[in-house]
């Protein structure tokens, strides 16, 4: 029987995903906006941001939860590389980073033709090793999730790092608030969510998608989905090509083609999510001030 307070089914594909009698998991709930969640298999824990209080946590099955990082530099978005290095975008120093094996920072990018970058959002990795990320101005509004500041950059940007000469260059540049993205399966299209109606009425919320060229650059831009309930943030993708998308009111999932499925109902805000545990069969939700966890019958494609 499907736990109709939970899920809301639109498509009869989603009934395919989802456990009908698992229960929504709240794991921890003292963050002030808890975001950028990710698995790490090898160490059997999940990491992510509580911006506002510019901490990192970790949450270990059986161990609870501890502060991984503090102060974080109101880091949002994290990833993992090729090498299994922790990727962050960090509000307060406008800047993306990686945590090397022994602990020390990386900074990856800060700058882009010599202007500060706004407020690296969210961030995911090739299997080329290129590192693609947003560049909203979210972390330079106010002082809450950063440091209120005047944007450099003209635009808000996507942008892609070269893993080979480190330099960054912009694939896309006409979003209002580029947020969250997310590569399909075998890579050949990139989503990338537009928040922008988070603060101005009548402004984008859906999810466009790309196709991947191999030189590293996107091409074929068209809108793929739209969140009828708040705006797209944090976004994965699972083997099928299904995409799980964060909403005001809970999780969006729709399928290759662009129909909505169904929805995960959360009683907050959502903002990101990830697909993790020994077998990625179980979505981690980050929403305004909690973790959640929830069981599902497909697993996350094999992504960072």
């Known amino acids: 029987m499907t736990n109709t307070a939970l899920y809301e089914i639109h498509d009869p594909r989603f009934r395919s995903l989802i456990v009908g009698s698992a229960d929504l998991e709240e794991l921890y709930s003292s963050c002030r906006w808890a975001?950028?969640?990710?698995?790490?298999?090898?160490?059997?824990?999940?990491?992510?941001?509580?911006?506002?209080?510019?901490?990192?946590?970790r949450w270990v099955p059986g161990g609870g939860v501890s502060v991984f990082r503090e102060p974080s530099n109101f880091t949002n978005g994290n990833t993992r590389d090729r090498e299994g290095r922790l990727v962050s975008c960090e509000h307060g120093t406008r800047r993306v980073t990686r945590t090397e094996a022994d602990g020390s920072i990386t900074v990856l990018a800060d700058q882009y033709q010599g202007k500060r970058l706004n407020s690296p959002n969210d961030v995911v990795v090739h299997s080329d090793g290129g590192i693609w990320f947003t560049d909203p101005t979210y972390g330079i509004l106010s002082d809450y999730e950063g440091y209120k500041s005047d944007p450099e950059q003209p635009s808000r940007n996507v942008y892609r790092l070269d893993p080979a000469t480190g330099d960054i260059a912009t694939v896309v540049t006409d979003f209002l608030q580029p947020n969250g993205l997310v590569f399909s399966p075998d890579e050949k299209l990139l989503y990338i969510a537009d928040s922008g109606a988070s603060h101005k009425e009548g402004?984008?919320?859906?999810?466009?998608?790309?196709?991947?060229?191999?030189?590293?650059?996107?091409s074929n831009g068209r809108v793929f989905a739209h969140i009828d309930n708040g705006i797209p943030?944090?976004?994965?993708?699972?083997?099928?090509?299904?995409?799980?998308?964060?909403?005001?009111?809970?999780?969006?999932?729709?399928?290759?083609?662009?129909?909505?499925?169904?929805?995960?109902?959360?009683?907050?805000?959502?903002?990101?999510?990830?697909?993790?545990?020994?077998?990625?069969?179980?979505?981690?939700?980050?929403?305004?001030k909690s973790l959640y966890s929830l069981f599902v019958t497909t697993t996350g494609a094999q992504q960072p």
Do not use: Y
């Open 203 to 218: 402004a984008p919320r859906h999810i466009r998608v790309f196709d991947v060229v191999n030189n590293g650059t996107l």
């Open 35 to 57: 975001e950028g969640p990710v698995w790490l298999n090898d160490s059997n824990c999940l990491l992510w941001s509580d911006i506002p209080n510019q901490r990192m946590l």
């Open 233 to 288: 943030d944090g976004m994965r993708v699972d083997m099928a090509g299904n995409l799980w998308s964060s909403a005001a009111d809970g999780i969006h999932c729709f399928g290759p083609d662009g129909v909505l499925l169904g929805k995960i109902k959360v009683p907050q805000t959502v903002s990101n999510l990830t697909f993790g545990g020994p077998r990625r069969n179980r979505l981690f939700i980050t929403a305004t």
